[in-house]
């Protein structure tokens, strides 16, 4: 790299000013309070709001992160699907921790959730997947997830032998929902709120479970 880009790289920086956070604007559980900032992301249009990083334990000992969409939320936790036969189901088989970053630079925030991760129920699953579009729904037979595949003709090949195995009727079970692929819950052992603030004086707070409430401690930037 040469010493011009590095010197860049090294002057980039962004003083924060778009809110604040103060102990008083926080709910009582840190559902309700991502039930606000996630409204409140989706009423400023922010392009998936419903992004996060996902990161889990590799099977090696070193972490892998990755992009997912989240597609529900409550009390059990954040809920997500995919392939359980991909990398990140086997990470999750042999260590089922894991930790979610949102991050809305728009809005100069982010939530951090780390928990315990467990699989949704097959009724759970199949409600998703029914809903998904019948492109999405083929591509999860299709694609080998986390698996070395030889070139991209192989998966359009794949992709339509199962499109002649399943053609679409209209129907949202005429592609049936595989065994291998399905929901996580991860149900949160703590959650922190990051508001960004000028002179990097950010607002911090993390909400940590306690044996019958939630926590909350404000932290140093």
Known sequence: MSDSIQQTIAEMRQDYRAGTLRRRDLAASPIEQFAIWFDQAVKSEIREPNAMTLCTLGEDGIPNAR?????????????????YESRKGREIAHHPEASVLFFWKELERQVHVRGRVSKTSQADSEAYYFSRPYDARIGAWASQQSQEIP?????SNRAADFEAKYPDDGSPNCVPLPEFWGGYHLEPVTV??????????????????????????????
């Open 67 to 83: 992009t997912v969409l989240m597609k529900d939320f409550g009390q059990e936790g954040v809920t997500f699907y995919t392939n």
């Open 151 to 155: 070139d991209r003709d192989w998966l």
């Open 192 to 221: 922190e709120f990051w508001q960004g603030q000028p002179g990097r004086k950010h607002d911090r707070f993390v909400y940590s479970l306690t044996s019958d409430d939630w926590n909350i401690s404000r932290l140093s930037p």
